[in-house]
Each structure stands twice: as C-alpha cells, then as structure tokens.
C-alpha cells in the first residue's frame, strides 16, 4: 500500500510517511472517544456522526479514491475538524497503522461481500481477519454492522456469536434511522438488511479460527 493517504481537516500526507501507530491523539488532542468507520463510500454517517459530537475523535477508512476525495471535500466545506480520513485497504492499515484496542465504536456498514470463494480472504469479518476488525474496540466499545447480503450477514453472524467475550445483538433498526447511502437505498426498495451490534468486553479473547499470523501482525503495531 504505497499510495495510501491520510487527511485531517487542513492537510494531506502519504501514508508511508507516517508513524505506525498513526498518533491520533496527537492530531487530534482531547478527543473523550474516538470512532472508526471502515469502507465509508459517501460519507453519510462519517460526516454527520462526527459533527454531531463535535468532543468526540473521528477516523474513516476508504480505499476508493474517489469517495475519499468526495469525503475530503464535504469534510472541509463543513468545518469539520475531528476527522482523520484514511485512503487505503482496511485490513492493510488496521495490521499496519492503526491503533489498537482504542475505539469505542466501530461501524462497518454494506462493506462488499466478494461471493466469489477466491476472494473471499478479502473480506472484512471471516475467521482470519475479525481479530484485525475487532481489535480496534476498547473493553466495553461496540462493533455496529449491516449487510444486504443474507448469507454474509448470517455468516458474520456465526462468526461474532463464537467470538470470546462479545455480546450480539440483532437490532431491526437503528434509533437514528439508516445511517448511510446504501441503507437509505436498500430501506426504500424494501430489501431484507442483516443488522447486527456487538459489545466488546475484556480484551486478550480472540477468535478460536483465526490465524496466529494475523495475530502476530497487530501485536507488532500495538
Ligand atoms: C457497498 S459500499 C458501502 C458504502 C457505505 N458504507 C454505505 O453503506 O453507503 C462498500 C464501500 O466499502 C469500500 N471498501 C470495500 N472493501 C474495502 C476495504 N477492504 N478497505 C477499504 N474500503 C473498502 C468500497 O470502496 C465502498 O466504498
């Protein structure tokens, strides 16, 4: 991931020339929480989730270049100033550059299912990748997901029910209503959504599947 980019409110850096983990509170000073969106697309939610809680520290991810400079451009026609934009592949910089275990919410809403079984590994909740996802939450921080794709969204269901120390919920709605573009989209032709939510407890569990080198990978950036 060479041409990752990171952005806040005033400037734009390459990624490689960044520390790892990337020092978000040093960006950022007296954030009271920080909340991580994974494959934000337009940047419904990110853009208006972080002006709601102007106290609180944004960070989104998005490894399409036109959506992040989408979101680069509404975030500094709006003034916002507690976001850090990330443009990159999710699980690269959740091994790579993102902090650990310091997230009290992560949102990963409709992120592509890749059906095909080759590309499987490049999902963002299997066995081998949702120690990386989930290793973002603080003890008590909450993981919110959606999917259009019923099987997946059944698939991460299992997955999440069998991870160490979690609790799973199956909200039909969330209280703010659907939260981003896909959702609003999706709810208006009436198409079936798997929603879950789950709360992280002590940190240490990890999935019973997953992978030892994956494992490794983010110890080495904690
Ligand atoms: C189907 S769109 C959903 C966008 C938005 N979350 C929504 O619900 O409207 C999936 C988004 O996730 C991004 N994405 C998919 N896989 C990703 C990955 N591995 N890393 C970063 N972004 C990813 C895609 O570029 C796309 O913008």
């Known amino acids: 991931m060479i041409h990752g980019l990171v952005a806040t409110g005033e400037r734009q850096e390459e990624l490689r020339r960044q520390p790892a983990p990337l020092p978000l509170a040093e960006w950022l000073p007296g954030r009271v929480s920080w909340e991580v969106e994974l494959g934000f697309g337009k940047g419904r939610y990110l853009l208006r989730r972080a002006a709601a809680a102007p106290d609180g520290g944004f960070v989104g991810v998005e490894m399409a270049s036109r959506y992040y400079r989408l979101v680069r451009r509404r975030m500094r026609r709006r003034g916002i100033d507690n976001l850090v934009l990330l443009r990159g592949e999710a699980l690269y910089l ?5 902090p650990r275990g310091f997230a009290s919410a992560v949102h990963v809403y409709f992120p592509d299912p890749w059906p095909k079984s080759r590309h499987q590994k490049r999902r963002l909740f299997d066995a081998d990748t949702v120690d990386l996802v989930l290793g973002l939450l603080a003890p008590g921080g909450r993981l919110f997901f959606a999917t259009d794709y019923a099987e997946y969204g059944e698939r991460v269901g299992e997955l999440l029910a069998a991870y160490p120390g979690l609790e799973l919920g199956r909200p039909a709605g969330w209280p703010d209503g659907p939260r981003t573009n896909y959702e609003l989209k999706y709810e208006r032709q009436g198409r079936p959504i798997v929603r879950l939510e789950a709360i992280a407890g ?10 030892r080198e994956v494992v490794a990978a983010t110890a080495a950036t904690g």
């Not at 959740?94 to 993102?98: I, N, Q, W």
């Not at 002590?202 to 992978?211: A, N, S």
């Open 94 to 98: 959740l091994a790579s550059f993102l």
């Open 202 to 211: 002590r940190p240490g569990g990890l999935h019973p599947d997953g992978r």
